[in-house]
């Protein structure tokens, strides 16, 4: 399947009139007609029923030309993008990132690669599995998650280990003290996130069955605000990483766990082997010093 055929498909599924479609594409009809034919068949289902009185969408039809539409605006907004680029002669630089870590210091290492009038900078979440799969791409330069991937094509750096706390409800009777893991163990759990797997879920759980606790899963959410919402709602309770207190949010509160060592990493992700642009050693000076200041305490 080629993009003409997709232009072809769209045109005529607008104009539901192979004359007018042919027409429109500035081609003859017969050969429009074998290109739709073609189409389907690849496909293997008819997009169009035929009649005497012309052309209709099957619901396979309706189905591919909405979704047809969808990639067609993307290509249009990324060639635009991309001339846009040219012209300007920005170099690209793509970050992917998990939630749960934009609510520290990485605001301000994109805050500060936003300042450069050399650098266009695309912003993703994903997953740090997702992260790998777009560095390997070329879709992102630089990731930040929490998890480890053994991949011998990408190298992960552990900026620091994050403590875990725990999201309760307001009033909860945990709410005033600083729990044990087996105390919050007695309470349903909301995980997050639920999809896709391996992720902070893991994590969590993995604490809990480490220390030979069973917890009961109320919920899985798929979206950190999500979870906090079914935490407020009383649903259950949930682990976060410390810089998610800074999300502030009506029938939430945020207590330290008695347990030493909980800790979540964030971890940095890149391509191995690569000698960094300039962009990416602008990137890696500014990291450098925001992770030191999150470890001597000047960041919480």
Same mark, same amino acid.
């Given at each position: @399947? ?43 289902? $008819? ?10 969408? !099957? ?22 993008? !991309?001339?846009?680029?040219? &012209?300007?002669? &920005? ?22 690669? &936003? ?31 929490? @998890? &480890? ?7 992960? $750096? ?19 003290? !600083? ?8 309470? +349903? ?26 917890? !009961? ?8 605000? *999500? ?18 207190? #800074? ?15 909980? *800790? ?13 642009? +300039? ?14 200041? #999150? #470890? ?5």
């Amino acid at each position: @399947m080629e993009l003409r055929h997709l232009r072809y498909f769209c045109a005529v599924a607008e104009e539901l009139n192979l004359t007018r479609a042919a027409a429109k594409l500035h081609m003859a009809q017969p050969p429009l007609s074998r290109q739709i034919k073609q189409l389907e068949d690849e496909i293997g289902a $008819e997009l169009f029923e035929r009649s005497a009185r012309g052309l209709r969408l !099957t619901p396979a039809g309706q189905f591919f030309h909405e979704h047809t539409l969808q990639i067609m605006e993307k290509l249009d907004t990324t060639v635009a993008a !991309t001339q846009r680029l040219a &012209r300007s002669k &920005r170099v690209m630089f793509g970050i992917g990132f998990v939630p749960s870590v934009f609510y520290g210091q990485l605001p301000l290492l994109v805050r500060e690669l &936003r300042q450069k009038d050399n650098v266009e900078l695309v912003l993703a979440e994903l997953t740090t599995v997702q992260q790998v799969k777009a560095l390997k791409s070329g879709r992102i330069d630089m990731g930040f998650g929490r @998890m &480890r991937i053994d991949d011998p094509d990408v190298e992960q $750096e552990n900026l620091f280990d994050e403590p875990l706390m725990a999201a309760l409800p307001e009033g909860h009777p945990l709410a005033e003290t !600083t729990p044990t893991l087996a105390q919050l163990a007695e309470y +349903p759990l909301v995980l997050f996130p639920a999809q896709p797997r391996p992720s902070l879920a893991d994590i969590t759980l993995g604490l809990f069955r480490r220390r030979g606790l069973k917890v !009961t899963v109320a919920l899985e959410a798929n979206e950190l605000q *999500t979870a906090l919402a079914l935490v407020a709602s009383e649903i259950g309770i949930t682990l976060v990483p410390e810089q998610v207190k #800074r999300v502030r949010r009506d029938g939430i509160v945020y207590v330290y766990l008695a347990d030493a060592g909980l *800790t979540s990493p964030v971890i940095c992700s890149r391509r191995k082997g690569e000698a960094p642009s +300039p962009t990416m050693q602008e990137a890696n000076a500014i990291l450098e010093v925001l992770v030191e200041n #999150r #470890r001597s305490g000047r960041y919480p």
